[in-house]
């Protein structure tokens, strides 16, 4: 499986952005997908996942009611609208993919078998 991450861009605090992830390749393996965010000079961290049913989804405290994540199984595609952005949401953001279905979102990184390349959000104050 390869993912492609795309949409980031330079913001002003306030503004929105929509990341999008495509997959492609053996996605029949594929289950949750989520975002991950490495700020300068901090760790990745989880930022929203979705299972492949869209029964479990869960968000990051901080971008909770700010964010939603939506997935297209037939596109193959996964995409996280953030709104209200804030400086403290830059970050270079990852999209990953678990091998196998899983009923609820898992949060560890080390559980995700393939990464995307990253795309950079950047937000002015």
């Known amino acids: 499986v390869q993912l492609q991450a795309s949409g980031g861009g330079l913001v002003q605090a306030g503004d929105s952005l929509r990341l999008s992830c495509a997959a492609s390749g053996r996605t029949i393996q594929m289950g949750t997908m989520a975002w991950f965010r490495r700020a300068p000079g901090k760790e990745r961290e989880f930022v929203a996942g979705i299972t492949w049913s869209m029964s479990s989804i869960s968000y990051k405290d901080s971008v909770m009611g700010r964010s939603t994540i939506s997935r297209d199984n037939v596109k193959k595609t996964m995409i996280l609208q953030m709104d209200n952005l804030r400086p403290e949401d830059t970050a270079v953001y990852y999209c990953?993919?678990?091998?196998?279905?899983?009923?609820?979102?898992?949060?560890?990184?080390?559980?995700?078998?393939?990464w995307g390349q990253g795309t950079l959000v950047t937000v002015s104050s």
């Open positions: 990953a993919a678990i091998r196998g279905i899983d009923s609820v979102v898992n949060e560890a990184a080390a559980a995700y078998s393939w």
